[in-house]
């Protein structure tokens, strides 16, 4: 079945390339999470090259507040989406009719969990914990959509081929 809207088959592998390594550090970057800090607690292996340090005279300084700002936050996050989206809408090597009903069902499945999280910070949190709270639940929809939709592709055909060998 062929669809203008996916990415083609090789997309898939950069796509994980990207998106595995970009979600540990962002799941552990949000783990440390301090209000009094930026992204990551202190000096990190990327800051070298994400920090943006400015003049006192100019504008930007001004802005600041004089002080540098690390874009290791936004740099991760921006991959960890790129790599999510190459993974997700990548076709699978034969997509297929019930290849595209499960993945529309795992996007359904991923919004109603996204959409549950959201509520449940809404009703359950305030102040910081809910912008916490909503950091976490940006993940729920890719990771539950990624998760549900490998699960039927993959593992589920893989476990009912060994039962029924058994």
């Not at 796509?15 to 799941?27: K, Q």
């Not at 992204?39 to 300084?61: M, N, P, Q, Y």
């Amino acid at each position: 079945m062929y669809t203008k809207l996916l990415l083609p088959n090789r997309y898939k592998r950069l796509g994980w390339i990207i998106f595995v390594p970009c979600l540990v550090l962002t799941i552990l970057s949000i783990l440390n999470f301090e209000p009094s800090v930026s992204f990551f607690e202190s000096e990190h292996i990327l800051t070298k090259w994400t920090t943006i340090r400015v003049s006192d005279g100019s504008s930007l300084a001004k802005a600041l507040d004089g002080q540098s700002n690390d874009l290791a936050g936004e740099i991760l996050m921006t991959l960890t989406a790129i790599g999510f989206f190459f993974v997700a809408f990548s076709r699978e090597r034969t997509d297929d009719e019930w290849i595209m009903r499960v993945r529309l069902e795992s996007l359904l499945w991923a919004f109603y969990v996204h959409l549950a999280g959201f509520l449940v910070a809404v009703w359950l949190s305030y102040g910081l914990a809910f912008y916490v709270f909503l950091s976490w639940n940006m993940l729920t929809a890719p990771l539950v959509f990624l998760a549900r939709f490998h699960w039927i592709v993959y593992v589920k055909p893989y476990l009912e081929e060994r039962r029924a060998t058994a």
